[in-house]
């Protein structure tokens, strides 16, 4: 049994290590910058894959969480700003040109370090938990709880465009400050933030796995597997799935926040319905009941998109062949990209002793079609 | 043989109608601690219906339900449970995708606090236990082995090992050996004499002999109403239950 634990461990650690070595190979800032973009991405998946692949829970929404991390984030960078016309004791800019006269409320405590960071991951859990509270207490399942994340998201990203002088609109937060943390700046365009990203990425994976490895992490395999059932042994399933929706926003706070530093804004298309269903499919193609299946579909998509979107050949058609791809990926490997590479390595000779299955990624398990609705 | 045994379970003129239709109608029904109770009954007369109010999965609509002396009808399921009632259902209801020895984890429930299960990782102080339930149902050469390729006697076992796993003061059984070889009926009745006394029993049956071999009282249910209750001779020379059985093939094959 231990024996695909360490395999698994292994696995996780050199994915993480290629990782963490590649500003040794890449000195080029712009390639740097791209990068730590696609590992945010890898942490989105890691946290979908969470809830959806681990807890049946399909979150439409999962870009709300992230969105408010990154506003966490550009807010505390846009106070750390001198404004350009009002001098330092000034107001952000947005705020002068919609007259507004002194500090929102709910900026005041941007002001501090601490708060900003615990902020850009603890809030979107509180708002994770009492969303999940709502929709889990209430027994709503499957589809229905997916339209409701998803209604929660558009809801969220109107009042922030609403919102103007406290949010700046449409157009965002932007002309931040530069990131520095204990003494250390972080230049988007610099090996600094791509290892910070990737130092968060590690730590978020091998976080996530501990928990999915948990009998927390397997109670919630069962609620995905049959959830009424989990109820007649005394566990109050509202509450664990509302812990997994809530630990999944808290990563996705952390993504968001990371993004911002790496983005260098905050905007509202970041809690936009396109970003959200990317990560649906990201997560599909990689394998969602995989973490690191999750997290490399994010980065393999992204990447792939990012390459054919700048190729001057496939500048028309490169969304048609993203989206072909996606189709026949998800027709023909119901468990993703990771699930038929588990598949091809237990047919090999020597994976005879892979037969001890633990619990976190499925052994050999029926192939079912990814569940658009959920479990139930 | 009930006489002074503690009651453990009472429901008190218990009632369910689903849209107007009574399935469980007034009923009065106790069970004494340590006791094995066998519930029988035609097709349709609220067996199922009577051990899902007492586990949580129906609600009545008027009545009590009094187990260890608390009014519980009104808790939440995971609540219900909690207090020490564990079910096995008619149809065998395991976790497919999960291993055999995940199944048990799962069954193996005294601590259900998420906080407290982040921090327990498999192979804990439990397994021992665990393998020995397995043992006890004949599934220790299955411990790695997805509960959905298991037989349908062995989906039966599981499901029996993960209530013992739960350990709960009263176990409710939905007809347990449903599907079984008669080996394996055999072999259940065996099992089940050997949990007298440790654990409070309702075993609901169709299965006569499986009955005579485990039965202390027998208590008969039809339309929702208790009909009869007493030993197995006693039951099967009542008039009334004959009667109730009639057209259904007598009572062996109800
Ligand atoms: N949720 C429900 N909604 C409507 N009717 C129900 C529901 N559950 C049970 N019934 C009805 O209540 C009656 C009693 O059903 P129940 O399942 O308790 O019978 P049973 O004694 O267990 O029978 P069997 O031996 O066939 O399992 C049946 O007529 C059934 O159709
Ligand atoms: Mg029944």
Request: hydrophobic share 45%; aromatic share 10%.
């Amino acid at each position: 049994m231990s024996g695909k634990l360490t395999r698994q461990f292994l696995i996780y650690g050199a994915v993480c290590l290629c990782i963490l070595l590649v500003p040794v190979v890449v000195d080029d800032a712009f390639l740097l910058n791209k990068y730590a973009r696609y590992l945010v991405f890898g942490m989105l998946a890691i946290a979908l894959s969470l809830s959806w692949g681990y807890a049946g829970i399909l979150n439409l929404g999962q870009a709300t969480t992230f969105g408010i991390g990154s506003y966490c984030m550009a807010m505390f960078l846009k106070l750390k700003t001198v404004p350009v016309h009002t001098g330092s004791e000034g107001l952000p800019d947005f705020m002068v040109w919609n007259n507004v006269t002194e500090l929102p409320w709910i900026w005041v405590p941007f002001q501090s370090t601490t708060f900003s960071l615990l902020a850009g991951i603890l809030l979107p859990a509180l708002f994770a938990a009492l969303l999940g509270w709502f929709i889990f207490g209430g027994r709503i399942a499957g589809v229905y709880a997916a339209i409701i994340t998803l209604a929660v998201m558009v809801v969220a990203n109107l009042i922030i465009i609403d919102q103007q002088s406290y949010t700046g609109g449409f157009n965002g937060i932007t002309d931040l400050a530069e990131f520095s943390f204990l003494g250390i700046d972080f230049d988007a365009y610099s090996a600094s933030t791509y290892y910070l990203v990737a130092a968060s990425l590690t730590v978020t994976l091998f976080l996530a796995l501990a928990v999915s490895r948990s009998k927390t992490g397997l109670i919630l395999q069962a609620v995905r597997d049959q959830e009424e059932r989990v109820r007649f042994f005394g566990y109050d399933v509202a509450l664990y799935k509302t812990f997994v929706f809530a630990l999944s926003a808290g990563i996705a706070g952390l993504a968001g926040m990371l993004y911002t530093i790496v983005m260098e804004f905050a905007s509202p298309t970041f809690l936009g319905v396109p970003l959200s269903l990317s990560i649906v499919i990201w997560v599909a193609v990689g394998g969602r009941q995989s973490l690191i299946g999750a997290m490399l579909g994010a980065i393999l998509v992204t990447g792939v998109q990012g390459a054919l979107s700048e190729s001057e050949a496939f500048l028309e058609t490169w969304t048609l062949i993203m989206g072909g791809l996606f189709v026949l990926i998800v027709l023909l490997m119901p468990k993703g990209l990771a699930g038929a590479i588990e598949a091809l390595v237990r047919r090999l000779p020597q994976a005879g002793n892979g037969r001890s299955a633990r619990h976190t990624e499925p052994d050999h398990r029926p192939e079912t079609h990814p569940n658009l609705g959920g479990t139930q | 043989m009930t006489g002074n045994r503690e009651q453990l379970l009472a429901l008190r003129q218990a009632t369910v109608s689903f849209q107007g239709f009574v399935a469980v109608d007034r009923l009065d029904f106790s069970v004494a601690a340590g006791e094995l109770r066998c519930l029988i009954g035609p097709n349709g007369a609220g067996k199922s219906t009577t051990l899902d109010l007492i586990c949580g999965k129906s609600r009545i609509t008027s009545g009590e339900i009094i187990f260890r002396g608390e009014p519980i009808h009104t808790y939440r399921e995971f609540r219900m449970a909690r207090t020490g009632i564990g079910r096995k259902f008619q149809v065998p209801s395991v976790f497919r995708e999960l291993t055999v020895m995940e199944n048990l984890e799962i069954g193996c429930s005294r601590e259900p606090g998420v906080w407290h299960n982040l921090f327990r990782f498999s192979g804990g102080a439990d397994t021992e236990r665990l393998e020995r339930l397995a043992l006890l149902v004949g599934l220790q050469d299955e411990l790695s082995t997805q509960a959905a390729h298991l037989s349908h006697g062995q989906t039966q076992w599981l499901e029996i090992a993960l209530i013992l796993a739960q350990d709960p003061a009263l176990i409710l059984m939905d007809e347990p050996t449903a599907g079984m070889t008669a080996h394996e009926t055999n072999m259940t009745a065996e099992l089940f004499n050997r949990l007298r006394g440790q654990h409070t029993l309702i075993v609901v049956e169709h299965d006569m002999g499986f009955v005579r071999d485990i039965a202390e009282t027998i208590s008969v249910m039809h339309q929702g109403r208790l009909l009869a209750q007493g030993t197995a001779d006693e039951i099967s020379e009542d008039p009334g239950v004959r009667e109730a059985y009639l057209g259904s093939g007598g009572i062996g094959h109800a």
